[in-house]
């Protein structure tokens, strides 16, 4: 998708430029972009997490950056027994690597998506202050 142009609206001699298309779009670059680093790391964090059985578990982990703005992380259809050990069933136990990584590194998240978007940043910087 092209950067939309500005819009130039002419009124009584004064030009007016509106430039929101292009700021929605510049922000949904830059959420897409801090969701595929947001992804990256939490995958290759969860790699290292996940104890070998199989040796399938490690290359299906991955995650979903969409253009739409959401993140999905998880397991493809190949490693469906990961789904087991992260929810638990009656005869295997609760293990939940997955969901103990985003917990664990919940602030690592903010600090990546801090980078891309100002907001985030602002409102860890007064996080910081108030501990």
């Known amino acids: 998708m092209a950067v939309p142009s500005s819009i ?22 830059l ?7 947001v992804g990256k790391y939490l995958t290759k964090r969860t790699k ?12 299906y982990t991955q995650y979903w950056a969409r253009k ?3 993140l999905q ?10 789904g ?11 293990i939940a690597q997955l969901a103990n990584t985003v917990q664990e590194e919940k602030n ?9 978007i100002k907001s985030i940043e602002d409102e860890n910087k007064a996080l910081r202050s108030n501990q």
């Open 48 to 59: 290292a997490k996940i104890t070998r059985r199989t040796g399938r578990g490690r290359k």
């Open 31 to 37: 959420v897409h972009a801090a969701n595929k680093d």
């Open 84 to 94: 087991f050990d992260e929810l638990g069933t009656n005869k295997r136990r609760k």
């Open 108 to 116: 690592e998240i903010r600090k990546i998506q801090g980078m891309y």
């Open 73 to 82: 992380v998880g397991y493809k259809p190949a490693a469906f027994y990961l």
């Open 68 to 70: 739409e703005g959401d």
């Open 8 to 29: 130039k609206i002419t009124k009584n001699g004064i030009e007016y430029i509106s430039k929101v298309d292009r700021t929605k779009y510049a922000l949904k670059q």
